[in-house]
């Protein structure tokens, strides 16, 4: 099994700045993405950010460019630096990590922390 535990959450005035970090323990070889994700109050919860293996990413449109996402293999861990907060920030935010547990297997299992909450406001 892994474990993951979020860090780095709070509140923040808008137009502030966070970093948000999740470190992985545990049956844990290596990640083959890290996902950042968000649920509002009343809403879905959405993906923010991806990093794979080699350090591409993904961003949801409505972070893009004020958001920064990496994953370190090294260390299993990732970091979600977010700039530029405005209020519709606001949301628990949870680390989802797809990994191998082994060198020599290829099954690609999923954990999930148990979010952060980030909020934004004067």
């Known amino acids: 099994q892994v474990q993951l535990v979020e860090s780095g959450g709070g509140l923040v005035l808008p137009g502030g700045s966070l970093r948000l970090s999740c470190a992985a323990s545990g049956s844990i070889f290596s990640f083959n993405t890290i996902n950042w994700y968000r649920q509002a109050p009343g809403q879905a919860r959405e993906l923010v950010a991806t990093?794979?293996?080699?350090?591409?990413?993904y961003y949801a449109n409505s972070v893009k460019g004020r958001f920064t996402i990496s994953g370190d293999s090294a260390t299993n861990t990732g970091h979600l630096e977010m700039y530029s907060l405005k209020p519709e920030d606001t949301a628990v935010y949870y680390c989802?990590?797809?990994?191998?547990?082994?060198?020599?297997?290829?099954?690609?299992?999923?954990?999930w922390g148990r979010g952060t909450q980030v909020t934004v406001s004067a």
């Open positions: 989802n990590i797809e990994y191998y547990s082994t060198r020599y297997s290829s099954a690609i299992w999923s954990a």
């Open positions: 990093v794979n293996s080699v350090g591409s990413t």
